[in-house]
């Protein structure tokens, strides 16, 4: 009778503990579909997260020492904004992986509980996926869809083919999490259906038509594989089969390409070059513009004047922020400021003992994570975040007690 009501309790608590995750999830389908109440689903899993985290009471001494330099910084700045109610809004986002690493070491024994909650979540995503192919065919108006007032909507699609999205509405998300998922299952999975994870895993993250994800991924593969002239031959063996198969296609995949290449690298006609131009000619060593003042969507909302001071050029885009977030970030809080909060986020990693497949899948994760945010605004969405940072602390408790994974 005990043992039963001990398991009962186990698996209450795990649903508790679980409880959080699948909140940040709901709330990126709410982001589509209710916007308002999105927000207040998120703020209440990272609440719960919170709560939990101080419950157990257990925190890694690293993390809460670099935090502890971290937040006066954050408070100084805070009072150097122009908008104290601005630079409280992004006070409150620098927060947000702060919440998630606190939590992730609540978390650091349920790896496996982890590891069982993202397979399903993955396969629910490619169901999803799936279900969104055939609707869209018949034409029907999915929800994650730009509506307008006219009537008229906008699709998440790449030369006439929708992106895939899964259940999270944003296809950039969506390959994110089947990147990661692709090396975690590489790396942890013992079971028969292991390759047909991983492919499952490849397919939605090629079908997202993320060029972050994709380009991630070949990096990684290239630099873990020990076949890289095998890995080389067939990527350009399958290239030369689409461009004979579908030229007209191909032709429009290279041209985009070339399109994205010349706004944000060679000659650096976007919002996301522009940010990189003011972080290199306006980033201080000690203080920075003060939160709230650059790159996130406080400065937009509240109209920050830093921007007509430093003359950016939005390049004709409504954008809700510079969708770029290491400007974001040592603009705001300055050089040594953000060095330190960098730092924070990879407190995980400074510790006496850590294996080489936990330091394998870390790299990985925070490579990704670090990869997408040269790009985009992923270290401020709590659903890159949870997808990457979750992890860190189960990973490295789990991989102690199995050495040989």
Known sequence: ????????????????????????????????????????????????????????????????????????????????????????????????????????????????????FFIAFLLINIVAQVFHYILWQKGVVLWFFDIHDNGYYTAPTVNGFL????????????????????????????????????????????????????????????????????????????????????????????????????????????????????????????LGEGLGSFGGPASVTHKSPFYGEVNFNWYGLELATTDTYFPHLFVEIGLLGALAYLLFLLSPLFRKKITIPALRILCIIYFALFFDAAFSYSLNNTGYLVVALIWVFPVIYYTQKHENV
Request: aromatic share 16%; with cysteine.
């Open 163 to 286: 992106r895939a999205t899964g259940i999270m509405g944003f296809f950039s998300l969506f390959g994110f999490l089947c990147l990661l998922m692709f090396f975690l299952v590489e790396t942890f999975y013992k079971g028969k259906f292991k390759v047909l994870l991983m492919l499952l895993a490849v397919a939605g993250l090629f079908a997202s038509i993320s060029y972050k994800g994709i380009i991630t991924f070949f990096i990684l593969i290239f630099i873990l594989s020990k076949k890289k002239l095998q890995i080389v031959s067939v990527f350009l063996l399958m290239t030369v089969i689409f461009i004979v198969s579908f030229p007209e296609k191909a032709y429009e995949f290279i041209e985009g390409a070339k399109l994205r290449t010349e706004l944000y690298i060679s000659e650096g006609t976007s919002a996301r070059s522009e940010s990189y131009r003011v972080m290199l000619e306006h980033t201080g060593l000690l």
């Open 1 to 116: 009778m005990k043992l039963s009501l001990a398991i009962h309790k186990s698996k209450i608590e795990d649903a508790l503990l679980l409880f959080p995750l699948v909140l940040v999830f709901l709330s990126e389908i709410f982001h589509f579909i209710a916007p308002q109440l999105g927000v207040g689903v998120k703020f209440l899993a990272l609440l719960l997260m919170l709560i939990f985290s101080v419950t157990k009471g257990k925190f890694n001494i690293i993390s809460v020492q670099l935090f502890l330099i971290v937040l006066p910084i954050l408070v100084i700045h805070l009072f150097l904004s122009f908008s104290f109610r601005a630079g409280l809004e992004e006070l409150i986002r620098y927060l947000f992986p702060v919440v998630i690493i606190f939590y992730s070491f609540t978390l650091r024994h349920k790896f496996k509980l982890i590891f069982k």
